[in-house]
């Protein structure tokens, strides 16, 4: 995606180049604002010394990092003991976000695939039905999915009355659970770029494939997923990134065991149990690792770009 | 149909309908094995169409096609022995030249090495080696267009299906590109289907021409026939340049039909078969099987007065308008100036033409 609106645009560029400082300026101040502040500021508080009914105090402290990620204290005499309970949490949030994901993208796929090639006097009818659940609060949204998949509820009912189960199955407080919530609510980050990179595909490439010999399958994998890959990275970006941050999905069906990171953050600034340094330091630990894996996505596609 | 050879391509009988638009109408043609054979016709008469369901895009809503002796109607494109040069090209744009060629070869059960093998051979052939490693994107129009080729006819088809491939090429590269498809042709040995809305295109290339309209075959024939004894006005007027006039017969004798042409202008013609005494019909002259003098010839002669000459690089073109009667257009070919005379605008004339040039056309 990046890497078409760069060429896509270049040609104008030169035109506004005077003015390019300028017009540039709401931009650069919102993201600065709304973005970058914020940011710098969580950066601060994680490394000051927590006061007790949340809040800070403003004296240098490396606490919040070494509670995070040691047992026995960086600071003590004994050698340093790996705290796993919050890299626990961690990596569970990373395999969470990822099996949503995987979860979106194969259902996202087919979806947008089935989109971008009917009518094109539909196509803005289906985008419409597909976002129609998501004029809903994420919250209410959450919460129905908690009734949908209880042991008595509608979906185990229509298992059993079509006798696939005889027994209802457990899902809610399992981590599939959470895997549901999450991909249900970030689904249209998924269909919604795969969407535009596969309107935009040429479809007489489809035919030329099939015309040398190619079945379906080879014919997607060889011809139409490499021409829709950065649509397909950017959706898949656009769900994981959330999804590791995500604390409703996590704690409405989740249930104590399945915590994720974004609910261990949450509690630290919720009510007056919080430690504020020890929040920002996870959300620290959080974006580094969300950077981390964009980094290596970019390197990706330039990587990519440059061979086309 | 003869059984002794086997057609390349046989469509019997075939009707494409999209809804209750009839894009084609019951064709049926059969394409010898080893020919250059080109469907010809003005935009939106049916040839992608037709070329688009031998190639298995398109479904055929009734009738068959047979691709020597088998019956491929139902299957689908790429369990078909034909290969498709777009119009567009449509190469893999992820993929470098070399990979493009290779794929089909590949697909068809090869290993990569001797697909890149025989690839790195096709690109020989449309001499494009050097260019093996670039992406499509790097390469000109008219390469474009030859990795197409190489493309297609590296899996060595039965059958090789080009839809305008030349079109989006400029004059002078589009001649040079039909020398060399020709020669590929002839080389290959592999039949070749070619579609093209150029009749001169068509006329220089092919060793059979299907002429079509709205979805019809008007007439298939070699490029001779079709041009000199066309068997209706559309194809009198869609083939070459032609006088196209409205006569009616007046006397039919020892096989020579006496045409009346209004204002008391006649002419003969020695064509005469399904045509009556009486008849209203149509008669088409090749303009440059005119030619103009100054006193009758003792051929057929018509008086006439000179309009226009427009020059066009190798011949010039006059138009002459009869006295009460038809315009007509007359070309002199520039290397025959010394046997043949142009006059200024305003002379009066005569246009002269030998028996036979003129053909009576039914409808
Ligand atoms: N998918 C379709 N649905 C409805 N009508 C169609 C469809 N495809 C083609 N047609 C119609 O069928 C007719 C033949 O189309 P076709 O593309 O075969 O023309 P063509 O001879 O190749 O013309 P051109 O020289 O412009 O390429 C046209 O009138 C066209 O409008
Ligand atoms: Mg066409």
Redesign the interface.
Known sequence: MAGGAASGGSATTDTYKDARGWLLMPAWSVLLVLSLAPVFMMLVYSFLTKEFRGGVIWEFSLAAYDQFFFDRGLFGDDPPVIEWTYLTIFWRSIWQAGAATILSLLIGFPTAYYIATRPENVRPVWLFLITIPYWVNLLIRTVSMKFLLRDQGPLNDLLMSTGLISEPIHIINTNLAVQLGLFYSYLPFMVLPIYAAVERY?F??S?????????KW?TLR??LL??VKPGVVAGCILVFVPSLGAFLAPDLLGGAKNFMIGSLIEEQFKGNAGNWPFGAAASMVLLTMVLIILLICARQQSK?GK?? | MNDETLSAVDVRDAVKRYGDFTALKTISLSIKDNEFFTLLGPSGCGKTTLLRMIAGFEDVTEGAIFLYGDEIENLPPHQRPVNTVFQNYALFPQMTILDNVAFGVEMRGNSKAEARRRAGEMLELVQLSQFSSRKPSQLSGGQQQRVALARALAPEPKVLLLDEPLSALDLKLRKAMQLELKHLQRETGITFIFVTHDQEEALTMSDRIAVMSAGELQQLGAPTDIYERPHNMFVADFIGETNLLEVSVDKIAQGRATCHLGGGHELTCNQVDDIGVGAKVHMSIRPERLFMSDIPAEAESLKGTVKENIFAGTDITTIVALAEGPDFIVRTSNSDRGNKRIFEPGTEMYVNMEMGAGRLLVD
């Open positions: 040429n007489a490439l035919e030329a494939a099939a015309d040398l010999y190619a079945n080879v060889r011809v490499p021409a990519a061979e086309v």
